[in-house]
């Protein structure tokens, strides 16, 4: 009998969104009648930018002919793709990335899941809570952890987002390995600021740490004084890794397309005290298990790098924005008191007084057909919060501000 890998059984059951959907559907047959808005799920709703779809559609014409044809691409990306977002993600805005730093591949969660395998199994890992699920499950799967007990794993420095610290993690006063923040963060909709992120870099620096940086909403920043990018931060090209995706920036969730940012001289030690560029391991892993984003999907992303492109997902943005901006008003002015929503189309709502994240979920759909995302199902100080998305569409964003009222 083949014995299988036992981690995976430290997660719990259910996922989060399974139980969600296994209510609501549950609800639904109880009362047909009820029209149920969805604000849970961080899915995008509007369609891709003319700019994407015209972009893919020259590219399928090319590949009915053989003379412009493409089979396997690069493992690393289309130099195409990787200069333009060098260009216009980082050297424009005067900040030093090169491509071939970038690494494109078909989502950014299999670049946050897969990038712990080019470190050492017994790394010590601190992770944001509440956060993106990804960087601790598949720890999890990886053998880093122990059990789960009273909602925690053993062995994972958790980083506490209250509302006391403003949702801006502080570095802990043990040692660990790597370090996994997201920034503006998923589900708290908050971000890290310049001297938040100037305390990691120090901090990464002293315990020869590496900083894993999600950056998947950096397009969604509206305020100015905002790091876009950790490689704002001076000495953050010697400590961090950044991941960014489509998805959100471009309405690529169903079509696939990220990347991660590893800079030149970023080192790992081996056991023995060398250094290792994480670069190469990085390259080592992809080119055996990966074999490219499809030459389609990275001719639709490129297709954003343009001033119209720029305008286009400008405007889908400013969209979902817009929604974020009427979800935060009409919950305060139901008397809710709310975070994020600013920088990312997330907003983390407390529950009323002694009423726990699943409750109030029930409550909210029960009462006024509304989905939400419990805020215990990111990690345990998600408990008394509960995530809403501004993914909608306008009208029913509108539509559940006005049951709220
Ligand atoms: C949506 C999301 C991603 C991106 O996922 P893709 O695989 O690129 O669709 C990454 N990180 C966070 C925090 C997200 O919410």
């Given at each position: 009998?083949?014995r299988?890998n036992?981690?995976?059984?430290?997660?719990?059951?259910?996922?989060?969104?399974?139980?969600?959907?296994?209510?609501?559907?549950?609800?639904?047959?109880?009362?047909?009648?009820a029209?149920?808005?969805?604000?849970?799920?961080?899915?995008?709703?509007?369609?891709?930018?003319?700019?994407?779809?015209?972009?893919?559609?020259?590219?399928?014409a090319?590949?009915?002919?053989?003379?412009?044809?493409?089979?396997?691409?690069?493992?690393?990306?289309?130099?195409?793709?990787?200069?333009?977002?060098?260009?216009?993600?980082?050297?424009?805005?005067?900040?030093?990335?090169?491509?071939?730093?970038?690494?494109?591949?078909?989502?950014?969660?299999?670049?946050?899941?897969?990038?712990?395998?080019?470190?050492?199994?017994?790394?010590?890992?601190?992770?944001?809570?509440?956060?993106?699920?990804v960087?601790?499950?598949?720890?999890?799967?990886?053998?880093?952890?122990?059990?789960?007990?009273?909602?925690?794993?053993?062995?994972?420095?958790?980083?506490?987002?209250?509302?006391?610290?403003?949702?801006?993690?502080?570095p802990?006063?043990?040692?660990?390995?790597?370090?996994?923040?997201?920034?503006?963060?998923?589900?708290?909709?908050?971000?890290?600021?310049?001297?938040a992120?100037?305390?990691?870099?120090a901090?990464?620096?002293?315990?020869?740490?590496?900083?894993?940086?999600?950056?998947?909403?950096?397009?969604?920043?509206?305020?100015?004084?905002?790091?876009?990018?950790?490689?704002?931060?001076?000495?953050?090209?010697?400590?961090?890794?950044?991941?960014?995706?489509?998805?959100?920036?471009?309405?690529?969730t169903?079509?696939?397309?990220?990347?991660?940012?590893?800079?030149?001289?970023?080192?790992?030690?081996?056991?023995?005290?060398?250094k290792?560029?994480?670069?190469?391991?990085?390259?080592?892993?992809?080119?055996t298990?990966?074999?490219?984003?499809?030459?389609?999907?990275?001719?639709?992303?490129?297709?954003?790098?343009?001033?119209?492109?720029?305008?286009?997902?400008?405007?889908?943005?400013?969209?979902?924005?817009?929604?974020?901006?009427?979800?935060?008003?009409?919950?305060?002015?139901?008397?809710?008191?709310?975070?994020?929503?600013?920088?990312?189309p997330?907003?983390?709502?407390?529950?009323?007084?002694?009423?726990?994240?699943?409750?109030?979920?029930?409550?909210l759909?029960?009462?006024?057909?509304?989905?939400?995302?419990?805020?215990?199902?990111?990690?345990?100080?998600?408990?008394?919060?509960l995530?809403?998305t501004?993914?909608?569409?306008?009208?029913?964003?509108?539509?559940?501000?006005?049951?709220?009222?």
């Amino acid at each position: 009998m083949a014995r299988i890998n036992e981690n995976y059984l430290k997660l719990p059951e259910s996922y989060l969104f399974t139980e969600i959907a296994r209510r609501v559907k549950k609800f639904q047959a109880e009362n047909p009648a009820a029209e149920i808005i969805r604000l849970g799920i961080g899915d995008v709703t509007q369609p891709l930018p003319k700019v994407c779809t015209d972009a893919m559609t020259a590219a399928v014409a090319e590949m009915s002919r053989a003379e412009t044809f493409h089979g396997y691409g690069p493992e690393q990306g289309y130099s195409f793709l990787r200069e333009k977002i060098a260009e216009w993600n980082y050297t424009r805005r005067g900040i030093s990335v090169t491509a071939d730093e970038i690494f494109i591949s078909d989502g950014s969660k299999c670049d946050c899941g897969n990038i712990q395998e080019i470190f050492s199994a017994d790394s010590k890992i601190a992770i944001a809570d509440p956060v993106y699920p990804v960087y601790l499950d598949t720890n999890v799967m990886a053998g880093r952890t122990g059990t789960l007990r009273d909602g925690r794993f053993e062995g994972v420095t958790y980083l506490p987002c209250t509302a006391e610290n403003n949702f801006s993690p502080a570095p802990p006063d043990t040692h660990v390995d790597l370090i996994y923040l997201c920034s503006p963060n998923n589900p708290t909709g908050t971000t890290l600021d310049k001297a938040a992120l100037e305390r990691w870099v120090a901090f990464a620096k002293a315990n020869d740490a590496v900083i894993l940086y999600d950056a998947a909403y950096a397009a969604y920043i509206t305020e100015e004084n905002i790091p876009r990018s950790i490689y704002e931060i001076a000495g953050a090209r010697d400590v961090a890794i950044e991941f960014r995706s489509f998805s959100k920036t471009a309405g690529f969730t169903g079509t696939r397309c990220g990347y991660v940012v590893i800079p030149e001289n970023l080192c790992g030690t081996t056991s023995t005290g060398d250094k290792v560029p994480l670069k190469n391991l990085w390259i080592r892993r992809q080119t055996t298990k990966f074999n490219g984003t499809a030459y389609i999907v990275q001719r639709g992303a490129a297709a954003i790098y343009s001033d119209e492109g720029q305008a286009q997902i400008h405007a889908l943005i400013d969209y979902y924005m817009t929604n974020a901006r009427i979800i935060r008003e009409g919950l305060s002015a139901a008397g809710f008191k709310t975070y994020g929503g600013i920088n990312a189309p997330y907003i983390w709502l407390k529950t009323p007084e002694g009423i726990s994240s699943w409750e109030f979920f029930d409550k909210l759909l029960r009462e006024y057909k509304i989905v939400g995302t419990p805020g215990a199902g990111f990690g345990p100080c998600g408990e008394g919060y509960l995530r809403l998305t501004a993914f909608g569409s306008r009208e029913n964003t509108l539509k559940a501000m006005e049951r709220l009222a």
